[in-house]
């Protein structure tokens, strides 16, 4: 057997995924790699780029990607509005997308806030009751929220979206309670820090910092987080569902 999750349960009939923020990083090798599976692929961002251009000429007709943003919330119900005219169902959602401002609360304004937990929380709620509505209607489905492990250690200048993060944990548990009857399962992923854009200001100290702390010595990659959302979405998970999995190189062990 590979050391390797299996791959998703790539589908004779192609099963559906939305994937909020696909354009870059972690959402960007999910993409990659539910399409190389055979998967149709939803996704939005705010703009799009080299990577969505040239997914949408791959694969026409199981690509699809629009511009929305997790700032306005009405959006997400209007996104999968389309994807259900579209592709029909929705079998996987991956609340990937998310915003991390760092500042300390003292002197964070409250517009500030309200925006870190509507694009980091309201949004990805809202994103999801619209998924699970449609879940319903097809025998089921698979719901993963990206969370972080900010929700899990305290971290300097990120309490607010190490907020929106937990409540995003404790959405997922309880979610997983509602919807274990319509054959739904809701998890999350606890990322420890991975190399992406978002990672991008990190210093050179910090990073050493980080990679002291770990365990494993080194970030991860979001090949490596993908792997962990992809075992989710395998037929080894079908039993899993109401579980914070963390992926971080035992930085909070
Ligand atoms: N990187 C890490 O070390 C780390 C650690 C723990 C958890 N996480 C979590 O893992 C997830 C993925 O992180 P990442 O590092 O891959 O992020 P990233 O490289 O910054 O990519 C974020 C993606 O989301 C989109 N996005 C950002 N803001 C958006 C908005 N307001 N509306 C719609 N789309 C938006 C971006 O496209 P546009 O900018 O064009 O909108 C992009 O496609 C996030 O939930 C993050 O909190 C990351």
């Not at 629009?66 to 994807?83: I, Y």
């Amino acid at each position: 057997m590979s050391a390797l999750p299996e791959r998703s349960d790539g589908p004779a009939v192609p099963k559906v995924a939305v994937v909020s923020g696909g354009s870059r990083g972690l959402g960007r090798t999910l993409v990659e790699r539910l399409l190389a599976d055979g998967w149709r692929v939803a996704t939005f961002s705010r703009s799009a780029n080299a990577f969505t251009t040239a997914m949408t000429e791959e694969y026409p007709g199981s690509f699809h990607w629009e511009r929305a943003d997790l700032g306005e919330p009405d959006a997400m119900r209007v996104f999968v509005r389309t994807v259900g005219r579209l592709f029909g169902r929705v079998d996987l959602l991956v609340n990937n997308a998310g915003v991390l401002h760092q500042e300390l609360l003292l002197t964070t304004p409250p517009k500030q806030i309200d925006s870190l937990v509507t694009n980091n929380l309201t949004s990805p709620i809202l994103l999801t009751q619209a998924c699970a509505r449609l879940m319903t209607r097809h025998g089921g489905g698979n719901i993963i929220n990206i969370s972080s492990i900010n929700a899990i250690r305290g971290f300097r200048g990120v309490s607010v979206y190490a907020a929106a993060k937990a409540g995003l944990d404790g959405f997922s548990r309880s979610l997983a309670r509602e919807l274990g009857t319509f054959n739904i399962r809701v998890n999350s992923i606890v990322p420890g820090f991975f190399d992406s854009d978002m990672t991008a200001d990190v210093t050179e100290r910090n990073r050493e910092k980080i990679q002291h702390r770990t365990p494993l010595g080194r970030l991860g990659t979001a090949e490596e987080i993908a792997d962990a959302i992809l075992f989710l979405t395998s037929a080894r998970a079908h039993f899993v569902t109401g579980q914070s999995l963390v992926i971080d190189g035992g930085i909070t062990c």
